[in-house]
């Protein structure tokens, strides 16, 4: 079936970074696109950016763009998100999902617990 | 950015009952809209996507329907574990913003 497996929880310094993946099986990866999303403990998802795996091209929200690189490894079936520079305020859940056509992101991952702390 | 705007934000129903959620957008478009339900602790998961297509294996009870600036989605007899929070979310142009949400509960 169709599935995306991130990776496990991350507890971070203050300033660092951190790198989620991805990893896709059930589905063509290579014709899909891969959003990222977090969400903070009761608040609605926040987009963060988009890869489109064919070609590597990437779209992020203005907020992350300074901060966040999306990428992709075809041999492995894998999408990335790397944040730097992280704050306390970045502590939520991190989620991929996949999409074949516009607006239809499915299947998403479990999420990644990533917790920003000093 | 396209901001979201759901209504209401949360509501009491009971089994059987119809219930329909609005999502407003900032700006219209045509129809590249999805909705999510989404249970404590778990991602969301796609209803509608396309505004109006039922994603598959999706109860036949849920739909939805708009474009322009209006959307919305309807649970046309509400069955036990309908009771979540759900989600619209753009996918017309970026950044791919949600709303705030609704709450459904009992």
């Known amino acids: 079936q169709m599935q995306l497996v991130q990776s496990g929880p991350e507890v971070k310094k203050p300033g660092t970074s951190v790198k989620v993946s991805c990893k896709a099986s059930g589905f063509t990866f290579s014709s899909s696109a891969v959003q990222w999303a977090r969400q903070a403990r009761g608040q609605r998802p926040e987009w963060i950016g988009r890869i489109v795996v064919a070609s590597g091209y990437t779209n992020y929200a203005q907020k992350f763009q300074e901060r966040v690189t999306i990428t992709r490894d075809m041999s492995t079936n894998t999408a990335y998100m790397e944040l730097s520079s992280l704050r306390s305020e970045d502590t939520a859940l991190y989620y991929c999902?996949?999409?074949?056509?516009?607006?239809?992101?499915?299947?998403w991952g479990q999420g990644t617990l990533v917790t920003v702390s000093s | 950015d396209i901001q979201m705007t759901q209504s209401p934000s949360s509501v009491s129903a009971s089994v059987g009952d119809r219930v329909t959620i609005t999502c407003r957008a900032s700006?219209?478009?045509?129809?590249?809209l999805a909705w999510y339900q989404q249970k404590p602790g778990k991602a969301p998961k796609l209803l509608i996507y396309?505004?109006?297509t039922l994603q598959t294996g999706v109860p036949s009870r849920f739909s939805g329907s708009g474009s322009g600036t209006d959307f919305t989605l309807t649970i046309s007899s509400l069955q036990p574990e309908d009771f979540a929070t759900y989600y619209c979310?753009?996918?017309?142009?970026?950044?791919?913003?949600f709303g705030q949400g609704t709450k459904l509960d009992i």
């Open positions: 396309a505004a109006s």
């Open positions: 979310q753009q996918a017309n142009s970026f950044p791919h913003t």
């Open positions: 700006q219209g478009f045509s129809s590249w």
């Open positions: 999902a996949a999409s074949t056509s516009t607006s239809r992101f499915d299947p």
